[in-house]
């Protein structure tokens, strides 16, 4: 699939999967935005990857919970590659804590990066869209917490099920504009948020495992080829869906035999 001419802006780029969907992005003809919260020397090698594939590739620290920040972000990547026509806010943070122990300061950081995050990042970057008259896609990087209770990750979950509803909210909202907007929501990705609740407690893994009914956890560019596929520009009607990946996690069967 073709990308060729379209600019990408990833959040949390430097993480395990928003660096595996700016690879793949660029590797489908996208010059690549990444913003992250962590220092411009974190970003090397990821830029230098984009860079091997021949597009273009920018970096900025940003700190995806202030919308003054953000403004700034797509700006200023305006002005280095062009407008962004493929926006994917992927950065979330996930604090472990049961509902009756949760901070105040651990919910509202949740919330803050995790939720509003997103809305500061997708609206204006659709808003700069519909200012220069052009079409574009959102993918919103979700999960499957958005409909299945994780007691451990409660603010998290209600982090990812705004989500799902601010993704159909906007699809709603920039149809008319040609920006179509959809999430992806993946089960446990061998990666990242997870790999740092697993690390170091193969027993949770492995009872993890167990419970996914095709029996296999998802890698990170398994994750970023769904993106591509909802940034396809022959795409002009899937709108407002959610694509589940969780290889039947959701299902949730009780098994008696
Ligand atoms: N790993 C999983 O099992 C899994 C499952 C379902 C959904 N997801 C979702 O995938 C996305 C990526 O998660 P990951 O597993 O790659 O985690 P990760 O920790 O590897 O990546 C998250 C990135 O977000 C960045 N970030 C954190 N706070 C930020 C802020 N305030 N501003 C800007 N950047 C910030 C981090 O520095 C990090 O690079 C998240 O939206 C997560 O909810 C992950």
């Not at 472990?96 to 990042?121: E, P, R, T, V």
């Not at 446990?188 to 740092?196: E, R």
């Amino acid at each position: 699939m073709k990308l060729t001419n379209q600019i990408a802006i990833i959040s949390g780029g430097l993480g395990d999967i928003g660096s595996a969907i700016a690879t793949e992005l660029a590797d489908c003809g996208a010059d690549i935005a990444i913003g992250d919260i962590k220092q411009e020397a974190a970003a090397a090698s990821v830029i230098a990857s984009i860079q091997s594939l021949g597009r273009k590739a920018v970096y900025t620290q940003v700190d995806i919970s202030r919308s003054d920040e953000v403004e700034e972000w797509i700006n200023t990547t305006s002005r280095a590659l062009g407008v962004p026509s493929l926006i994917i806010p992927n950065a979330a943070i996930a604090r472990m804590s049961n509902i009756k122990k949760l901070s105040f300061h651990d919910w509202d950081q949740q919330l803050l990066i995790n939720l509003n995050g997103a809305f500061y990042m997708s609206r204006a970057a659709a808003n700069k869209l519909v200012e220069m008259k052009m079409g574009g896609r959102i993918v919103f990087i979700g999960s499957w917490a958005a409909h299945r209770v994780h007691r451990h990750l409660p603010a998290y979950c209600v982090g990812k099920a705004g989500l799902r509803m601010l993704s159909q909210c906007m699809a709603a909202e920039y149809a008319e504009n040609g920006i179509l907007v959809n999430e992806i929501a993946p089960g446990t990705v061998n990666a990242g948020l997870s790999a740092a609740i697993l690390k170091g407690k193969p027993q949770v893994q492995k009872s993890i495992k167990s419970q996914i009914p095709v029996g296999k956890l998802i890698e990170p560019v398994e994750v970023a080829k769904q993106v591509a596929y909802l940034c396809d520009p022959d795409n002009h009607h899937i709108t407002g869906s959610t694509l589940l990946m969780d290889g039947g996690l959701s299902l949730g069967n009780l098994n008696i035999k």
